[in-house]
């Protein structure tokens, strides 16, 4: 699979770098794939975590490779096996990366931690306010997975780590999960099979079905209810879809005005929607009751979505024809537990019904998947190590300025973190005001505002300055300049 971080400008810095210093870069192919969430909704989704606006800039073709002012070698470590698509972007802007398999128990993690500047964890790795605290040089986290929770996010903005994941690198595998799904309820298959792992020989076509001319019901037209939109149609299906958000349709789909429009009118059934309170249990009895006698339904959300009780009355009284089930409301942690009636009480019933797949959280569970997080968080750490860019950031407002370019080449870039209080724009512009700023952008997220500017004409004695004065201020968390 081609890096897309071949597109990054490779910053100045030692090593392998040295000898692609200040190199250019000239595509925009990584863009002209649409991003590497890969989805065909970065067009037109409104929600700014939906696009990655931050990488046009940086990848500009003109665009100058910037150097820390005060941090001669990034030094990255990269804990529980991150993928080698990440690793490799990494070390090609000359970082010294340090790769280890596994996560490291809590005195380890500290000892490491102390020295780098760049952390890349997946799951299991625990970033708590003890550990990030030891951190000294630290200013940014690669969360090469969806979830953050193993992160103290609050702690991390606070010490001014930005944190950065990868939400929609698996959207596709979800959807592929689904046609699969919606095909092998419809013919019954899972039944079939286990039937014939018994020896049971049972040929039928009673209440099997081809999926060409169904209805599919998308709820939640997001990353994944966008991509199996546009597979459902490939295999003759309409489709219909209901979101919160007024969308446009992909191809011949078309949005229905409220749920129970979609429920009524759906041979299949699919659940896309985040985990919020207002979805919490959104398909229960009354909604069962909606919906067509002999359909289906997917859940590859969240395991609150479904009321599952409410769900195996619908199966039992034939209302549903089946269902496909990847999430639940406990979950194992971890392979080789149980799953019964001790973790969800309903457990043994559920598992008795008929045409009914269940799988344990597996919808974004694909090799491609994972090489597209490595991709996905690497680019973010690249484009805030060397461009300060926080865009898709988890824990920190979003800033993005365009790139200096090579006919600037005594422009500095001033990143400005710092608490969010009255009057600290007013000192930060009394320090800057001697120099042109030629551009300029702030934003806060809470109790956390981050600053970028660039100056221009400026020697190295002006940036020195600059630094010491920027972290002089009582507001300051973290200041960084790059030049
Ligand atoms: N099973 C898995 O392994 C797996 C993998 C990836 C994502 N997911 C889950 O799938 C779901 C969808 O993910 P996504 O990446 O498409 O998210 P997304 O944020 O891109 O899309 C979610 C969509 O749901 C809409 N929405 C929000 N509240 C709604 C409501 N009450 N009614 C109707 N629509 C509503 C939003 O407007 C948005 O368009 C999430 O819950 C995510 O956690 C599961």
Request: charged share 20%; hydrophobic share 40%.
């Amino acid at each position: 699979m081609p890096s897309a971080a071949q597109d990054i400008p490779v910053r100045n810095g030692s090593g392998a770098a040295n000898d692609l210093s200040r190199t250019v870069t000239s595509s925009f192919s990584a863009l002209d794939r649409g991003g590497l969430a890969g989805s065909p909704t970065a067009t037109f989704h409104h929600s700014p975590s939906s696009h990655r606006s931050g990488s046009i800039y940086d990848r500009a073709s003109s665009a100058k490779p910037l150097t820390p002012f005060n941090t001669q070698d990034i030094k990255v470590l990269l804990l529980e096996n991150v993928n080698v698509t990440g690793q490799e972007i990494l070390k090609k802007q000359g970082y010294q990366v340090e790769a280890i398999k596994s996560s490291l128990p809590e005195d380890q993690l500290i000892e490491k931690i102390r020295d780098v500047h760049v952390i890349g964890i997946r799951s299991k790795t625990q970033l708590t306010s003890k550990v990030l605290s030891e951190a000294k040089n630290l200013f940014v986290i690669g969360c090469f997975c969806i979830g953050t929770n193993q992160v103290d996010l609050k702690a991390a903005a606070d010490l001014g780590i930005c944190v950065f994941n990868s939400p929609f690198s698996n959207s596709r595998s979800v959807a592929e999960l689904m046609i699969g799904e919606i095909i092998a309820l419809a013919r019954q298959i899972s039944d079939r099979s286990s039937e014939l792992h018994r020896g049971v020989w049972n040929k039928v076509s009673a209440g099997c079905w081809e999926v060409r001319g169904k209805t599919l019901g998308i709820v939640g037209y997001g990353h994944v209810g966008s991509q199996l939109s546009v597979l459902a149609e490939a295999m003759g299906m309409k489709v219909i879809y209901y979101d919160v958000v007024n969308l446009m349709g992909l191809g011949t789909s078309t949005q229905v005005s409220s749920l129970d429009e979609l429920l009524a009118n759906a041979d299949f059934v699919t659940l896309h929607v985040p985990e919020l309170p207002e979805t919490m249990n959104m398909i229960g009895a009354a909604q069962f009751a909606q919906m067509r006698t002999g359909s289906y339904l997917l859940n590859a959300a969240r395991g609150s979505v479904v009321d599952i009780p409410a769900l195996i009355e619908a199966m039992k009284s034939g209302k549903l024809a089946g269902a496909a089930i990847d999430v639940y409301p406990n979950e194992p942690g971890s392979n080789g537990e149980t799953f019964n009636n001790q973790l969800n009480e309903w457990a043994a019933e559920f598992q008795s019904l008929k045409n009914l797949i269940l799988t344990p959280h597996i919808g974004g569970s694909t090799e491609e998947a994972q090489a597209a997080i490595g991709v996905e968080v690497a680019e973010s750490l690249v484009n805030y190590v060397n461009f300060g860019t926080t865009a898709a950031a988890v824990n920190m407002p979003e800033v993005t300025l365009r790139s200096l370019t090579h006919d600037q080449p005594n422009h500095a870039r001033i990143i400005f973190i710092h608490k969010n209080i009255p009057g600290v724009l007013r000192k930060v512009n009394e320090i800057l005001g001697d120099h042109n700023v030629d551009k300029q952008m702030t934003d806060s997220r809470g109790d956390i505002a981050y600053l970028m500017a660039d100056v221009s004409d400026v020697d190295v004695a002006q940036i020195k300055r600059l630094h010491g004065d920027l972290e002089d201020l009582g507001s300051r968390i973290r200041t960084r300049i790059l030049y």
